[in-house]
C-alpha cells in the first residue's frame, strides 16, 4: 500500500490523496468519493506514510499496524471506530499485542479503525498492498552503493578544510571588530 501520498488534514473528516502542488497549496482528492478540492498551505496536513503507533520498546509505522490489521480482519473491514472502549482496546490488542497502553489513547485506536476502514473502502486494503515493492528492496542496494561512492568525494577533506579555515578567521576578525565597535561605543 502506498501510504506516501495519503494525507489526513487536521478539520477534514476522511483522508485525501495528493494528487499535484500548486503555488499556494495543494489539489487533494478525497480517497473514497475521488472529489477533488484545493487546500491553502497553511492547512495542516499529515501524511499517513509519517505515522508510527508507540509501542512498549519503539515506535511501528502505521503501514505495519495497517498491515496486522488487515491479516486479523482478512483483508476486509475492521470493528467500526464508534465501537466500546473495550472493543477497541481488543481491536489494538490484536492488532499491535505490545502496543503502549499509555501513550496510545482510545481516541487513537479510533482514528486507527476509522482510517482503516476508509482505506479498506477506497479499495487500498488488499493482499497485494502490502507486498514490498521490489525495486526498494533489490534495487535500492546497489544504488546505495552508487549514492555513497558518490557522497564520499563531496565530503573530501580538502573541500571540507578550505571553507573551514577562512571562517575562523573571518569569525575571529568579525570578533575583534565587534569588540573594539563595542569599546569605541561603550
Known amino acids: 500500500m502506498l501510504l506516501e501520498k495519503i494525507i ?5 473528516p476522511g483522508l485525501f490523496k495528493l494528487v499535484s502542488q500548486l503555488k499556494n ?8 468519493t475521488k472529489k477533488k478540492v484545493s487546500i491553502g498551505n497553511s492547512s495542516q496536513v499529515s501524511l499517513l506514510d509519517n505515522i508510527a503507533m508507540f509501542t512498549v520498546d519503539k515506535e511501528v509505522p502505521l503501514f505495519e499496524v495497517f498491515e496486522n490489521i488487515a491479516k486479523n480482519y482478512d483483508y476486509k473491514e475492521a470493528i467500526p471506530h464508534k465501537s466500546g472502549d473495550a472493543e477497541l482496546k481488543e481491536f489494538m490488542t490484536a492488532s499491535l499485542p505490545n502496543y503502549d497502553t499509555e501513550r496510545v489513547y482510545a481516541s487513537d485506536i ?5 482510517w ?3 482505506l479498506h473502502k477506497a479499495g487500498y486494503i488488499t493482499p497485494e498492498s502490502f507486498v514490498k515493492s521490489e525495486p526498494e528492496t533489490l ?3 546497489p544504488a546505495e552503493e552508487v549514492s555513497l561512492e558518490k557522497e564520499t568525494p563531496k565530503k573530501a577533506a580538502p573541500k571540507a ?14 570578533k575583534a571588530a565587534t569588540k573594539s565597535t563595542h569599546r569605541k561605543m561603550g
Do not use: R, W
Not at 8 to 12: D, F, L, R, V, Y
Not at 110 to 114: D, G, I, N, S
Not at 161 to 174: M, R, T
Open 25 to 32: 497549496g495543494f489539489i487533494i482528492e478525497d480517497v473514497t
Open 161 to 174: 578544510d578550505k571553507p573551514v579555515a577562512p571562517k575562523a578567521k573571518a569569525a575571529s576578525g568579525a
Open 110 to 114: 479510533k482514528k486507527l479503525a476509522q
Open 8 to 12: 489526513s488534514i487536521s478539520g477534514k
Open 139 to 141: 534495487d535500492g542496494a
Open 116 to 118: 482503516y476502514n476508509i
